[in-house]
T-cell receptor, first 115, second 111 residues
């Protein structure tokens, strides 16, 4: 049981390049989300998904795309990287019991630098 | 929309001191509340959570938090901190399908 796996752990991109951050979970969690963490800003929600085929925007969705074709995977795509997207990205998943969502399990993060 | 305020951005304590980190959320009704910890270079880990019932919640590593509905607060406490508690602490609240995080409190424990 690996939990939430994020790849890569580190990435440097040039402005304008595109890339996909991968996130996979093996806990059969319905809910997955992407956050970015910046100093003094806490964690800000980028996109989230409540199940396969369903995604929605969070607080800071601009410049990012997501899809959820399977329960296990929730990739985050940067369409045209900008220096403002330099950040640490965390993927998280959780399950729903009744109408409660239990605390997230987080991946280990991807540190992205855009130059 | 819900928001979370953490009053202290940076706290420095000596070992064995008592800790209280403040957290307030913006509006009431039924709330689910969380405290997460992030040790240096690591990802976030759940310390404790409140959904309903006893407003005094006990978590891992000797931490506890008290939910006070009338004050919209969910403060984190530990009676005696250790050097290994040096980390960043995040309060969070569930709003519909989203979990909203505060900006975090950096805690430094002096040996």
């Amino acid at each position: 049981n690996a939990g939430v796996t994020q790849t890569p752990k580190f990435q440097v991109l040039k402005t304008g390049q595109s890339m996909t951050l991968q996130c996979a979970q093996d806990m059969n969690h319905e809910y997955m989300s992407w956050y970015r963490q910046d100093p003094g800003m806490g964690l800000r929600l980028i996109h989230y998904s409540v199940g396969a085929g369903i995604t929605d925007q969070g607080e800071v969705p601009n410049g990012y795309n997501v899809s959820r074709s399977t329960t296990e995977d929730f990739p985050l795509r940067l369409l045209s990287a900008a220096p403002s997207q330099t950040s640490v990205y965390f993927c998280a998943s959780s399950y729903i019991e009744g109408n409660q969502r239990y605390g997230y399990t987080f991946g280990s993060g991807t540190r992205l630098t855009v130059v | 929309a819900q928001s979370v305020s953490q009053h202290n951005h940076h706290v420095i304590l000596s070992e064995a001191a008592s800790l209280e980190l403040g957290c307030n959320y913006s509006y009431g009704g039924t709330v689910n509340l969380f405290w997460y910890v992030q040790y240096p270079g690591q990802h976030l880990q759940l310390l404790l959570k409140y959904f309903s019932g006893d407003p005094l919640v006990k978590g891992i590593k000797g931490f506890e938090a008290e939910f006070i509905k009338s004050k919209f607060s969910f403060n984190l406490r530990k009676p005696s901190v250790q050097w290994s508690d040096t980390a960043e602490y995040f309060c969070a609240v569930k709003e519909y399908d989203k979990i909203i995080f505060g900006k975090g409190t950096r805690l430094h424990i002096l040996p």
